[in-house]
């Protein structure tokens, strides 16, 4: 097998030293366990395609340094454990492990964004909410529990993210999540881009890691248009709101070019679907006349805000407006983007294949598919032998090469 390309040249996101990468260091841990990746309902396909960069990673680490020495289930032809989620006629349901993970180091993928998924309550076909799906991963950890020797969960699109700290008299879903994992016997939770990681200091002994995603949407975008990266003095970064601005100064800071942002100016006196509702938003920043700009939030939702913005920033002479987000909802559906697309307002949207997507977005001229599998399998390589994240998390040396090899 030719580990080098293996077919993905065209990959927008392939990096070719990946397999080459020193995970290890010249004084490697050994592995803390066998390896058993589970795959959640939610994602299958994503899961898969981790599993297929661990073996082929590991293949070709071991080709290059033929004298190590492996601790037992180091390199397999599938990691997978195979698990059922069933459902009883009454909608109750109940999680079954297929295979031993007795010993294992267990890394749980789950996707609570994904409504695709449906089961069968007294013959109604139910799409599964973010709900059903936490349950039915508590199952999974419930039914592994005091088998496997270390149970982390991948959960990329945080489980009520967006609930991360309390306004009057609502409830605390994100905090009180992690401390249900946590009580759970969770070692480890990953997520990505969480849209405010400080919910972690909920459970401060738990192992939390929220991973930016900067580096590999910028690669794309390179990839794409090369002259934007090359020629960064008529770039502009521009924040959508306010709890996006520290997001948007790392891609402003590592780029070395201007930030703007909006503010949301909202109607205090009332409440609309749980929250005050958007008068209008106001923009904070440098001309954008002539330039071109890269919107940057955690999640593009139903994309009303972000298409605004794009139309306001077109009014105010922008050149082309790109988009970045790591999840990519689009909870409206895809008309109003394909409308602001043939208008001019909107060029690209990069968003990750972290998190389900329409399959209708494929086929959009507008949308960059970022592909994240083979980052996860190298953060799974990387605690599975309890080595240093740190390398891996941070992209500023990564984007700083990006940038010189422009």
């Known amino acids: 097998m030719d580990f080098e390309t293996n077919g993905r040249e065209n990959d927008l996101t ?104 449906t089961y069968n309550i007294r013959g109604i076909e139910n799409h599964m909410s ?25 959960m990329p699109y945080l489980y009520e993210g967006r609930q991360h700290r309390r306004n009057a008299r609502e409830s605390l879903d994100c905090a009180y999540m992690l401390e249900e994992l946590d009580n759970l016997g969770v070692a480890n939770l990953i997520t990505f881009d969480a849209h405010d990681d400080r919910v972690a200091n909920a459970v401060p002994t738990f192992g939390f890691e929220s991973v930016p995603t900067v580096y590999q949407i910028l690669k794309a975008l390179n990839n794409l248009y090369p002259e934007i990266i090359k020629n960064r003095s008529n770039l502009m970064i521009v924040s959508p709101d306010e709890g996006a601005i520290s997001r ?40 954008v006349e ?3 700009v890269l919107i940057v939030d955690d999640m593009i939702s139903s994309g009303e805000s972000m298409l605004n913005l794009a139309r306001q920033l077109k009014q105010r002479n922008a050149n082309r407006i790109f988009c970045a987000a790591t999840f990519g909802l689009f909870t409206d559906g895809l008309e109003s983007f394909n409308k602001a697309y043939e208008e001019g307002y909107l060029d690209r949207i990069f968003c990750t294949n972290l998190t389900y ?8 001229p507008w949308y960059c598919d970022v592909n994240l599998a083979k980052f996860v399998a190298l953060l799974i390589d990387a605690v599975n032998h309890n080595a240093s ?18």
């Open 14 to 117: 392939y990096d070719p030293n990946y397999y080459k990468y020193d995970q290890y260091g010249k004084n490697p841990m050994p592995a803390f366990a066998p390896v058993g990746l589970i795959a959640m309902r939610s994602a299958i396909d994503f899961s898969r395609l981790v599993n297929d960069f661990l073996v082929e990673r590991r293949e070709a680490y071991l080709e290059s340094e033929p004298d190590t020495e492996i601790s037992p289930g180091f390199l397999r032809e599938d990691y997978s454990v195979p698990v059922n989620t069933f459902r009883f006629s009454s909608g109750e349901g109940k999680a079954v492990v297929e295979r031993t993970v007795r010993g294992h180091d267990l890394y749980i993928i789950c996707d609570p964004a994904n409504y695709s998924v």
């Open 130 to 154: 973010p709900d059903d799906h936490y349950q039915d991963l508590k199952r999974v950890i419930l039914a592994s529990s005091g088998k496997a020797r270390r149970i982390n969960v991948i």
């Open 248 to 287: 948007s100064m790392y891609y402003a800071s590592v780029l070395g070019v201007p930030l703007g942002t909006f503010y949301k100016r909202r109607d205090y006196t009332t409440i609309k679907n749980g929250r005050n509702p958007i008068i209008a938003h106001e923009f904070l920043g440098d001309s």
């Open 290 to 292: 002539g330039k071109d």
């Open 357 to 364: 997507r329409l399959p209708e977005l494929f086929d959009a």
């Open 389 to 406: 994240l740190s390398s891996l998390i941070d992209p500023s040396v990564k984007i700083r090469k990006l940038l010189g090899s422009a």
